[in-house]
């Protein structure tokens, strides 16, 4: 499956995802720390993901080690239940939605970051 989301830039994804936690009184720092939890990405290669533009696939294809507790993070993003969406790379982005959806609402860090 070919989802046209999937060749979605990861930087204008990043720059709508600082925008949205911004509005809200988060900060772009809180971003980087909830995707690098995530992703298993050190600033430096997260940089570099964002330098050269990576789509969403390679984005993810790329990273270094998905957190071995991202399947606890569960609900409803997009009208769809994560822990049901089958495309391992749309739960995935949906994962990373979740997260800074979570922020944007004022979750607590350790929450979020499921500690």
């Known amino acids: 499956m070919n989802n046209k989301v999937f060749q979605y830039s990861f930087a204008s994804i990043y720059r709508l995802y600082k925008e949205k936690v911004e509005k809200k009184g988060r900060t772009a720092e809180e971003v980087d720390t909830v995707i690098l939890w995530l992703t298993g990405y050190n600033d ?49 982005i949906r994962y990373m939605d979740k997260l800074v959806d979570e922020l944007a609402k004022g979750r607590k860090m350790e929450k979020i970051l499921r500690e």
């Open 44 to 92: 430096k290669q997260f940089r570099d993901q964002i330098e050269k533009k990576a789509d969403l696939e390679t984005f993810f294809a790329e990273a270094p080690n998905l957190n071995p507790n991202a399947s606890k993070i569960t609900g409803v993003i997009c009208g769809c239940r994560i822990e049901e969406i089958e495309d391992p790379l749309m739960q995935k």
